[in-house]
């Protein structure tokens, strides 16, 4: 009998060690998960500077990149590099942007800089794995379009371990009816053009997205939808029409 009943306090105890790890786990997978989640929903910032605008002859001068949540808050900082570039293509640079990195003395830096493309393109694809998964977080930034061209051919590792959506801050600009005087003055670098162009969503975000959307469900109450069940009206377009449509 005090053989039996050791056995079952041991098989007892055996039980709940394994009940206790079990809970453990599932709760350390939920979080796990839950941090995998958040991670997918974050977005890369980035701004560029170039000799130019010319995919074919121009070249990166400098890079800088910001990790943001959906939120848009700031949670890591990545590398801010200038690159070098021969002075050849330096001096065939346009007037306006010999003014400008002239003055911002972003010239001057190419000029003394010695990391190499291939070495900037490690640092920011290192940085990026380590706080975003893999195809899943966004490219954001201003006028992010024409950054991504330099990117796809100078980068082409970085940019495959980003989602292929872009989220251009400028589109939310022009479609705005708020005055451009509002944004922000771009100082024609890097790493302060993205803290500008993370401001300048995070305002677009609060005057116009929200508004518009306490307006709906203001409307909606007034008109007392709420309360009324969701019936949706598919209508099939004229055959003329599909070709309107698109996968995105």
Request: hydrophobic share 35%.
């Amino acid at each position: 009998m005090l053989g039996v009943s050791l056995g079952a306090r041991l098989l007892r105890g055996v039980g709940g060690r394994r009940g206790q790890f079990g809970a453990r786990g599932v709760s350390e997978g939920s979080a796990a998960m839950a941090a995998g989640e958040s991670m997918a929903q974050r977005m890369v910032w980035v701004d560029l500077e170039m000799t130019g605008l010319d995919i074919e002859k121009d070249q990166i001068i400098e890079m800088a990149c910001l990790i943001t949540d959906s939120d848009l808050n700031i949670l890591a900082e990545g590398p801010n590099l200038i690159i070098k570039q021969p002075d050849e293509l330096l001096d065939s640079m346009s007037d306006w942007c010999k003014e400008h990195h002239g003055k911002s003395g972003l010239t001057k830096a190419v000029k003394e800089s010695t990391v190499t493309l291939q070495q900037a393109e490690y640092e920011f694809l290192s940085f990026v794995r380590q706080q975003t998964p893999p195809g899943l977080c966004p490219l954001a930034g201003n006028s992010v379009h024409a950054d991504k061209k330099f990117l796809d051919k100078h980068m082409p590792q970085f940019m495959k371990h980003l989602h292929y959506r872009i989220i251009d801050v400028s589109t939310v600009k022009e479609l705005s009816c708020f005055s451009r005087e509002l944004c922000g003055v771009f100082a024609c670098r890097a790493l302060d053009d993205i803290s500008e162009s993370i401001k300048e969503l995070q305002f677009y975000r609060n005057n116009i997205f929200k508004k518009k959307t306490d307006e709906k469900k203001r409307k909606i109450i007034e008109n007392g939808e709420n309360e009324k069940p969701l019936t949706l009206h598919l209508q099939t377009p004229p055959a003329d029409e599909t070709s309107l449509f698109r996968s995105f």
